[in-house]
Structure formats: structure tokens, C-alpha cells
């Protein structure tokens, strides 16, 4: 469905990823864990997962990973920009993607990031906390440094106050007195997990870590096919 919306922030996280808040013209209904397309134009839409939990009405909040050298992000954070300065509206297709949040699952979950995939796991953990569902959720977010964890002191203060909330950030590069791991996060991920398949597994990043995630869970750690979840599938 194709909607307007009002450009209420663009405000710079870290690392040149932003945060951008959007107002819906009209009622959208949309699932933890599903995404949005910007429009750019008729035959240039670009996806971008929803990092709020629809728990939050009226608002939607994007994380878009802006660097000098992705002029596919950074041309929509231009554009979000000027719409903001002009008051202008831009326009969105939503809801899209099949691999939102099973809430109803009894199952323990794992929840995988690489980089502003994040923003998909923010939305689904929000709305967790939200239905006050009590399973297990371990959160693993990897980045090459600690600039790409640009929400680590928010999961942190998560994991401190929800008993059921585990957090686990892995950098490829640590700074100095660095707690956390620190390689590849799906090397993490197989690392604390003797088995996987009693667990619902959430993944964004990379189509190539998407895949990866799945051959190797699957494989080594007895993941279920039917309890992998990646927006990445429909694709590969």
C-alpha cells in the first residue's frame, strides 16, 4: 500500500547511520519485524526495515547505514533531509516481508544482526517486551567496531532489566577493555549454542551472513528450516 508520510527527524546516530522518524498520513498496520519501501521514484523503491514495534502508533522509525561510498542509502537519508527542510511529504509502500515476529511461539528466541539489520531486531525485541512475553531471547549484534553498535548502551541497559534478555555484542576490531566477543557473529552465535533446534531464529544483514546463518545452523547446530526467519529467504 502505497502511504505518505510526514519527515518529523533525521538526526545522525554513529558512524554515519541515521535515525529518521516518520509520521503516516493514514493508518498503517504493519508487523514487528516486517519493512517498508522508500519511494524514489516508479521503478526505484528501496527497502528498509521498520525499527520501531507497531506498539508505537502513528510513527515509524528507520536506522539507514549512510556511508560516503552507499549512494543507494544516503541518496533516501538526502531525500528525507529535504523533505524535512521544504515540509514536504514522501511517500512509502508498506508492510512488506514474511519474516515478522512469531509472537504466538512458545519457543526460546535467537535474534541475529549484522550492522543496521539491527533496526529489524529492535522492533521485534521492543515488541516482546511490549506482549510481556517471558521466553528466552538472546540478542546477538555484530559490527566491525563498536561505532557500528550504535544502540550497545540501550540493549545493554535492556539486558540488565529484563531478566529473560540476553545481550551479546561481537566487534571484529575491540577497543581497549572491550567485555564483550569479538570475531564473527555467527561464529559467536555457534560458540554458546550446543544445539538450536528448540529455538525460533531471527536474521538480518547481509544476504551472504543470511545464508550462511542458515546452512550452518542447520547443519552443525540442528536448527529447524521452519523456525529460521530472514526477509533474505524469499531471495536466496
Known amino acids: ?3 505518505q508520510c510526514e519527515v518529523k527527524s533525521v538526526e545522525p546516530l ?3 547511520t541515521f535515525r529518521i522518524l516518520l509520521k503516516p498520513l493514514q493508518a498503517l498496520d504493519f508487523k514487528a519485524g516486517q519493512y517498508l519501501l522508500a519511494v524514489m521514484g516508479d521503478k526505484d ?3 528498509f526495515s521498520i525499527a520501531s514495534s507497531p506498539c508505537r502508533q502513528g510513527e515509524l522509525e528507520l536506522h539507514i547505514g549512510a556511508a560516503e561510498h552507499n549512494a543507494y542509502a544516503l541518496e533516501v537519508v538526502d531525500t528525507m533531509k529535504n523533505a524535512l527542510t521544504e515540509q514536504q511529504p514522501v511517500t512509502i509502500e508498506a508492510a512488506h516481508g514474511e519474516a515478522w515476529l512469531r509472537h504466538e511461539s512458545q519457543r526460546p528466541l535467537v535474534m541475529i544482526a549484522g550492522g543496521t539489520g539491527f533496526s529489524y531486531i ?3 525485541v521492543d515488541n516482546c517486551i511490549s506482549r510481556g512475553l517471558t521466553q528466552p531471547i538472546f540478542i546477538y549484534w555484530g559490527g566491525r567496531d563498536l561505532c557500528q553498535l550504535y544502540a550497545n548502551d540501550e540493549m545493554q541497559a535492556l539486558a540488565q532489566q529484563y531478566a529473560n534478555i540476553s545481550y551479546v555484542p561481537v566487534v571484529e576490531t575491540a577497543p581497549e577493555g572491550w567485555q564483550g566477543k569479538v570475531g564473527n557473529v555467527l561464529d559467536a ?9 528448540a529455538y525460533d531464529i ?6 551472504e551472513m543470511a545464508g550462511a546463518a542458515r546452512e550452518r545452523f542447520c547443519t552443525e547446530k540442528g536448527a529447524l528450516r521452519e523456525h529460521m526467519f530472514a526477509d533474505a529467504f524469499a531471495f536466496i
Open 189 to 197: 552465535v555457534a560458540e554458546d549454542f550446543v544445539s538450536l533446534s
Open 45 to 47: 523503491k528501496r527497502p
Open 14 to 16: 554513529a558512524c554515519n
Open 1 to 3: 500500500m502505497s502511504i
Open 122 to 124: 529492535r522492533s521485534m
Open 202 to 207: 531471527y536474521v538480518c544483514g547481509r544476504f
